[in-house]
């Protein structure tokens, strides 16, 4: 039964990307990058049991650490900005 | 006998892991305010990632694939709530406003 | 059964290609990307590509992300609306996919075992590995040992685009910034930064290895290793990370690693054998095959290493001598 498992992390996946699309503020967007990025992994993982494979899970630890720095950069980026637009609005 | 117990076991960690990460995925998509999603979507992404886990583990047994889980749920245990409070100080930078109620004031 | 993951994952993938195409925030799309990147690499995973899903993982949805959040940053945040109506690129693109789907209705069936790539010359791969060169990770074999002259090449072009990028882009130095403002909110970040650089290192290292019995190899660990230092350089500023990793010491790292492939080459050559034959580096043809792989897999590492901190510095450079 982990076929059931694995369909509903991708509806939560499919409401992740929802608000990804829907989302008023740019924060939204990045939190629901990060959400899926955690489903991602945890799929991954259920997926390499799945099939009997457990080097998925080498896949999977390097999601976590890459999808962790990806956020960390995308808020540098947007404080720079608004760091730069606050400066030049003076 | 101990084998049937461990199965029944990690199957409701499971179930109840992926249940947890719906719940926390439809809190993103109908909470009304930028704050709220945040508060959802941390606390049930890191509760739903540690039963499926720990689901997981209970099915690997005593092996370097349990091993490779608890890292994995390590990481994500330091990482998802740093990542959370990362975008919550960048929100507040940037003077977002969470949603107050207007009658108590 | 089994395709029902996969037509899901691909409409996912649709969907997205979709909501970058129409969406005009510029950082939004960089986001986007990334979760287009992460749902190819679990496609990926799904289809038993897994070497392919941990190289998708490492530069997709990280290394490129960030490179594109430094040029959104460096250039405009909104993508200008277009002139004129897209009616001759619609056309064009409308014909050419037609073209390209008619094509496909003669190719042979997803896992047809009559199809003509599984006839030449991967069988002989698949059936002389075990014997030959004695490593459970056929991808790694073909890639470090059968084809090691391609992949010689490969680095080489990995190495000409970090020189490429230094050519471009030059590099300025950035004074170490320990007091800047702000600082307060940074003390989680950097207090997990330092718990989690040396296990990014440590799992680098370990990719690297034992990408001869599991997925991995050198491409992939030269990312995470890089990705690593761009954690230590977001959490405590440009400067900082200069100190510990110095630009001349990126220079000669990229070339140090091309220099230890083509150097196993050369020894092969002296001990007897020809150019990357690597059977002769030991007395023992499969111990010789082991070592040659592992020395070239270093090398690759330290190259892709070298020229992806080389294009970071470049760009994040750049970005901190304009915003002050």
Request: overall charge neutral; aromatic content about 8%; some cysteine.
């Amino acid at each position: 039964m982990y076929v059931v498992i694995t369909i509903v992390i991708l509806i939560a996946i499919a409401i992740g990307l929802v608000r990804a699309f829907r989302g008023p503020t740019l924060y939204d967007r990045v939190l629901a990058a990060n959400m899926i990025g955690t489903l991602t992994v945890l799929m991954v993982a259920v997926l390499g049991f799945m099939s009997g494979r457990p080097e998925f899970l080498d896949i999977a630890l390097v999601y976590v650490l890459i999808s962790f720095v990806s956020t960390i950069a995308v808020l540098k980026v947007i404080a720079l900005r608004s760091n730069a637009t606050a400066a030049t609005e003076k | 006998m101990i084998s049937l117990i461990a199965d029944i076991l990690s199957w409701t960690c499971l179930l109840g892991g992926a249940i947890f990460l719906l719940i926390g995925a439809i809190g993103v998509l109908r909470f009304p305010d930028f704050y709220s999603r945040l508060h959802a979507v941390s606390i049930c992404d890191t509760l739903g990632a540690g039963l499926v886990l720990t689901g997981l583990m209970l099915q690997g047994g005593l092996s370097l694939v349990t091993v490779k889980l608890l890292l994995m749920f390590y990481f994500l245990l330091f990482t998802g709530p740093t990542a959370v409070h990362a975008l919550a100080e960048a929100a507040l930078q940037s003077k977002l406003k969470p949603l107050v109620d207007e009658h108590e004031s | 059964m089994d395709y029902l993951i996969d037509i899901v994952l691909l409409g996912l993938l649709m969907i997205t290609g979709f909501a970058i195409v129409r969406m005009r925030s510029l950082l939004a799309v960089a986001m986007l990307t990334s979760i287009y990147s992460l749902l190819s690499a679990s496609l990926f995973v799904a289809l038993d590509a897994v070497d392919v899903a941990l190289t998708e993982a490492a530069i997709g949805a990280g290394i490129s992300t960030i490179l594109m959040l430094a040029t959104i940053a460096l250039t405009s945040d909104e993508e200008k609306a277009p002139r004129h109506t897209p009616l001759l690129p619609l056309i064009v693109v409308t014909a050419t996919g037609a073209a390209l789907i008619y094509g496909t209705l003669d190719m042979p069936h997803h896992g047809d075992p009559d199809a003509p790539v599984h006839h030449h010359v991967a069988p002989t791969y698949l059936h002389d590995t075990p014997g030959e060169i004695g490593v459970p990770n056929v991808v790694t074999s073909v890639l470090a040992s059968y084809r090691g002259y391609d992949t010689l090449g490969e680095v080489t072009v990995i190495l000409t685009a970090g020189a490429g990028v230094l050519a471009l882009l030059g590099y300025r130095t950035r004074r170490l910034n320990s007091r800047g403002p702000g600082n307060r909110q940074l003390v989680v970040l950097r207090v997990i930064a330092k718990l989690f650089f040396p296990l990014i290192l440590l799992f680098a290292l370990y990719v690297l290895f034992h990408g001869d019995y599991g997925p991995g190899g050198g491409f992939q660990a030269g990312v995470i290793f890089a990705t690593g230092f761009i954690l230590y350089a977001l959490a405590f500023g440009l400067g900082n990370a200069q100190r510990v990793i110095p630009h001349r010491l990126l220079r000669i790292m990229a070339a140090v690693g091309v220099l230890i492939y083509a150097g196993v080459g050369i020894e092969s050559m002296l001990l007897g054998g020809k150019f990357l034959e690597y059977r002769v580096l030991a007395d023992d043809p499969v111990t010789g095959q082991h070592l040659g792989i592992m020395l070239i897999e270093l090398g690759v590492g330290i190259t892709v290493t070298a020229v992806v901190l080389i294009i970071y510095y470049g760009f994040v450079s750049r970005l901190h001598a304009r915003d002050i």
